[in-house]
């Protein structure tokens, strides 16, 4: 069990600090959807209540190709900036989705084989995803309410009722199982939902982007130490069976939204946080200070200062 405490906390720490590195390396290529704004985060409240019914209901042909189709599709997204040559992009987006397949049905999902390929599938998905979200326009008050709304509908799907339970339970015959495992000796698995991963890695990005570094910072810390201290609760014993991850997890973003906008006012445009730390240099930005320092007043917060010179 040691060695799946220790994978699995990799990779919660692998895909919040890979969302937080490719943010600021990286552009994702967005498709015409325009800026994430309410009616954005009321179409993901409702995909959220509706697609674990649609993976019980539809036939497991039909998920499997949903599955494979959307993996592919954020794969390629997520690659694009970084293999520059599209047959290549293209072989890594394909083979990963291949042997994801081929060892489900091979090696059977327990294996330690598919779950490093789905492990590494995985991760590259949050990455992608939470930077589509973040570079699309989402802000820090969306990405709390829906933090918000999965606490109440994490308690009730997963520790209420066994809807959790039982979609896992039917993914776990199909490929691109949506939970980060690994498997022990005594063939239990130690899993992190890929849902607690999206939302633990795209916290930061639009808290850094509404608030400052300083802030993103914290929120990478808070959701490291909220995710991990879950894994090793249940992995001494203490939690039995699955548990509601964003029970904990998003209260914590509520917070952390409810201090920053008290704190430091209104969040940042788009435009207010790339002048204030643009890519490709290092960051220029005032220090977290006062309230009066936030976006609200005159001197808004991340507007560049001068350079000083040492000596």
């Not at 699995?8 to 959807?33: D, H, K, Q, S």
């Not at 109440?152 to 776990?172: E, G, I, P, Q």
Request: proline share 6%; aromatic share 10%; net charge positive.
């Amino acid at each position: 069990m040691a060695i799946a405490v220790a994978v699995v906390l990799l990779g919660a720490v692998a895909a919040v600090l890979g969302g937080w590195a490719y943010f600021r390396r990286y552009r994702v290529t967005r498709p015409p959807i325009g800026v994430v704004d309410r009616g954005d985060v009321v179409f993901m409240v409702g995909s959220i209540l509706l697609v674990p019914y649609l993976y019980l209901w539809l036939p497991a042909g039909i998920v499997l190709a949903l599955l494979a189709l959307g993996t592919l599709g954020i794969l390629l997204l997520v690659l694009e900036p970084v293999l520059s040559r599209g047959p290549v992009r293209w072989l890594v987006a394909l083979s990963l989705v291949a042997a994801d397949i081929v060892l489900a049905r091979t090696a059977g999902v327990g294996d330690w084989r598919y779950f490093a390929v789905n492990d590494l599938t995985l991760l590259l998905v949050v990455v992608g995803v939470t930077n589509l979200w973040a570079q699309s326009g989402m802000r820090a008050r969306d990405a709390a309410t829906l933090g918000g709304f999965l606490a109440v509908y994490d308690l009730l799907a997963t520790s209420v009722s066994s809807l959790t339970v039982n979609m896992v339970a039917r993914l776990t015959d199909l490929p691109f199982l949506p939970v980060f495992a690994w498997g022990s000796r005594d063939d239990e698995w130690l899993a992190v939902g890929l849902g607690d991963l999206l939302f633990a890695t795209v916290f930061p990005l639009v808290v850094r982007k509404a608030y400052g570094r300083g802030a993103g910072l914290v929120a990478v810390g808070i959701a490291l130490v909220a995710v991990g201290g879950v894994v090793v609760v249940a992995a001494a014993g203490a939690i039995e069976g699955a548990f509601p991850v964003m029970t904990v997890l998003g209260p914590l973003m509520v917070l952390q939204f409810l201090f920053w906008s008290r704190r430091l006012g209104p969040e940042r445009t788009t435009g207010q946080y790339l002048l204030a730390e643009p890519l490709g240099g290092p960051p220029r930005w005032r220090p977290l200070g006062a309230r009066g320092d936030g976006p609200a007043s005159g001197a808004s917060i991340g507007q560049p200062q001068p350079a000083r010179r040492s000596g």
